[in-house]
């Protein structure tokens, strides 16, 4: 694994780790010690703790999640579903969701 980004890594670990859940996108958390990775196959989100390479929580979100970011503090993480035309919103301290809002058609991307 050498030569890879530690997002690349990470991806790589849950791969092994969850045969069957199929890793869309990964971000670290402000504080560089939790990963977030959205799974568009089982439609959840995935809490991984960076120095132990466990899983710490698996949250179900909407149909087909595309992409994760987390706010600079750390306290939400926003998820797009495609499939469900909605966001999900996380929070950080509970793993929990805290709401889902419609969108309009086809949510991708966070800038």
Same mark, same amino acid.
């Given at each position: 694994m050498?030569?890879?980004?530690?997002?690349?890594?990470?991806l790589?670990?849950?791969?092994?780790?969850?045969?069957d859940r199929?890793?869309?996108?990964?971000?670290?958390?402000?504080?560089g010690?939790s990963?977030?990775?959205?799974n568009?196959?089982?439609?959840?989100?995935v809490?991984?703790?960076a120095d *132990?390479? %466990? !899983?710490?929580a698996?949250?179900?979100? @909407? #149909?087909?999640?595309?992409?994760?970011?987390? +706010?600079? /503090?750390?306290q939400?993480?926003?998820?797009?579903?495609?499939? *469900?035309? %909605? !966001?999900?919103?996380i929070?950080?301290? @509970? #793993?929990?969701?805290?709401?889902?809002?419609? +969108?309009? /058609?086809?949510?991708?991307?966070?800038?």
């Amino acid at each position: 694994m050498s030569g890879m980004s530690p997002r690349e890594r990470i991806l790589m670990t849950m791969r092994r780790q969850t045969p069957d859940r199929v890793p869309r996108e990964a971000v670290f958390t402000p504080d560089g010690h939790s990963v977030l990775v959205v799974n568009r196959d089982t439609n959840n989100l995935v809490i991984f703790d960076a120095d *132990s390479r %466990s !899983v710490t929580a698996t949250i179900p979100v @909407g #149909d087909l999640p595309i992409d994760v970011a987390v +706010t600079p /503090n750390g306290q939400y993480a926003v998820v797009p579903n495609l499939g *469900s035309d %909605s !966001v999900s919103i996380i929070d950080g301290a @509970g #793993d929990s969701v805290l709401a889902a809002v419609r +969108t309009r /058609n086809n949510p991708s991307t966070l800038l």
